[in-house]
Nanobody
Framework: QVQLVESGGGSVETGGSLRLSCAAS????????MAWFRQAPGKVREGLAI????????AVEGSLKGRFKVSRDEAKNTLSLQMNSLNPEDTAIYYC?????????????????WGQGTQVTVSS
């Protein structure tokens, strides 16, 4: 079955960095676009970044450009999110998700599988 397992979350101080990973299994990872989302307490789930098969295209949500970078390793079936210059507003649970075949979108309805999430906490 499809499994997405995030790791790499934790607690950091303002200005710190974290690299999140998502291990994918149970499906041909190299055939699917992938995405990262986050959900802060009391807020809706927010799309952060999307990356195409073969890393031919990627996009990061506007306000995060320059601080967040999405990448993937087809050989290791792994999706990554490098996060720099973190601040308390980045505190959230971070999720990786598989983009529904044929969609190129961060609309949650276009994502068909989700991981369980990893907590990121940024202290001031």
């Amino acid at each position: 079955q499809v499994q997405l397992v995030e790791s790499g979350g934790g607690s950091v101080e303002t200005g710190g960095s974290l690299r999140l990973s998502c291990a994918a299994s149970g499906f041909p990872f190299s055939n699917y676009d992938m995405a990262w989302f986050r959900q802060a307490p009391g807020k809706v789930r927010e799309g952060l970044a999307i990356i195409s098969v073969g890393s031919r295209a990627s996009a990061v949500e506007g306000s995060l450009k320059g601080r967040f970078k999405v990448s993937r390793d087809e050989a290791k079936n792994t999706l990554s999110l490098q996060m720099n210059s973190l601040n308390p507003e980045d505190t959230a649970i971070y999720y990786c998700a598989r983009v529904r075949s044929g969609a190129w979108s961060l609309d949650p309805s276009d994502l068909d599988y989700w991981g369980q999430g990893t907590q990121v906490t940024v202290s001031s």
